[in-house]
């Protein structure tokens, strides 16, 4: 149902007169599916304008903002991905890409944080590297939809140390709280961690200013990265988070699911680790059990 207000006949046939001439503009244009996104951009861009009655400061308003958001990208801050998941763009692009089957895994956002050429960690081996927080012992398995193990799978982890900073937020040049490692013939992985801390998301730039305008916070719920992948199923990029952590709804990038939820159980010092690990202090354990969707369920 069309939300465009009553401007007149005339205004009305100018305004749609413009979106279609420019959605021609691409009937030449070789690649099929090109032209089916640039005309679905264009006609959704033009009816936005047309509904919100779009001002020309307004228009440039949003131009000098993303500028900025460019200006302010480089090799370790992406603005313009930020900004995608704080306007839900990108958990919507996950959902569209990793429809619902059987009893998979959910995915969530990709987050702007993640590093090729993590280090290799043994099973039960240790991805904090140093990084300040909680010990936190994370097992589980990965199968398929049948239940049956995958070995040798690919596991991906990483997080923020316990003051809400990623490596490459640091000032130096190390690599802490990321690590990668395989699941085992009987498709078991685990490892040593932290447990995960709230933090909130660059909020210097102009998509902090932007929430700060909107009354919204740029905190997200306690969570820790998987990205989980092996021949012949559907790569699993998603988080789990933690159990009763205040900001599970309203987390800044809106990647909370329900099956996703965790619950982080908290060890006294001195409780023996499944390792035989010798933990001072208190430390927390989790279990997340993995299963990975056929890539034949990859959307087409």
Same mark, same amino acid.
Not at 136 to 148: A, I, K, L, Q, R
Not at 159 to 174: K, N, S, T
């Given at each position: 149902m069309s939300t465009i207000p009553d401007i007149g006949e005339e205004q009305r046939q100018r305004e749609e007169e413009l979106t279609e001439r420019v959605i021609r503009s691409f009937d030449s244009c070789a690649d099929p599916r090109l032209r089916r996104v640039l005309a679905g951009l264009v006609r959704h861009l033009h009816a936005f304008i047309r509904d919100v009655r779009l001002t020309e400061e307004e228009w440039n308003r949003a131009i000098a903002f993303l500028r900025e958001a460019g200006d302010i990208t480089d090799d370790h801050r992406q603005e313009f991905i930020l900004l995608s998941d704080v306007l839900g763009a990108s958990m919507q692009t996950v959902a569209v890409n990793?429809?619902?089957?059987?009893?998979?895994?959910?995915?969530?956002?990709?987050?702007? $944080?993640?590093?090729? &050429?993590? @280090?290799?960690?043994?099973? /039960?081996?240790?991805?904090? $590297?140093?990084?300040? &927080?909680? @010990?936190?012992?994370?097992? /589980?398995?990965?199968?398929?939809?049948?239940?049956?193990?995958? @070995?040798?799978?690919?596991?991906?982890?990483?997080?923020?140390?316990?003051?809400?900073?990623?490596?490459?937020?640091?000032?130096?040049?190390?690599?802490?709280?990321?690590?990668?490692?395989?699941?085992d013939d009987a498709g078991r992985y685990a490892f040593w961690g932290i447990t995960p801390t709230p933090y909130p998301i660059p909020y210097d730039g102009p998509v902090g200013r932007m929430l700060d305008a909107v009354g919204r916070s740029p905190y997200r719920a306690s969570h820790l990265h998987f990205l989980v992948d092996r021949a012949g199923y559907r790569r699993l990029v998603t988080h789990i988070f933690v159990a009763g952590d205040e900001l599970l709804d309203s987390d800044s990038v809106f990647g909370v699911k329900e099956s996703l939820v965790k619950e982080f159980e908290p060890q006294p010092a001195g409780t023996p680790t499944p390792d035989g690990r010798d933990v001072s202090g208190a430390w927390s354990r989790v279990r997340f059990d993995i299963v990975l969707a056929p890539e034949a369920a990859l959307r087409r």
């Open positions: 990793n429809e619902a089957y059987a009893d998979a895994t959910e995915a969530t956002v990709f987050g702007p $944080f993640f590093v090729e &050429g993590s @280090p290799e960690i043994a099973i /039960g081996g240790d991805m904090s $590297f140093g990084a300040t &927080g909680e @010990p936190c012992w994370v097992e /589980g398995t990965v199968t398929d939809t049948d239940g049956n193990p995958v @070995p040798g799978a690919l596991i991906e982890v990483w997080e923020a140390d316990e003051d809400g900073l990623y490596d490459v937020q640091y000032d130096d040049e190390r690599t802490a709280a990321r690590a990668h490692l395989f699941s």
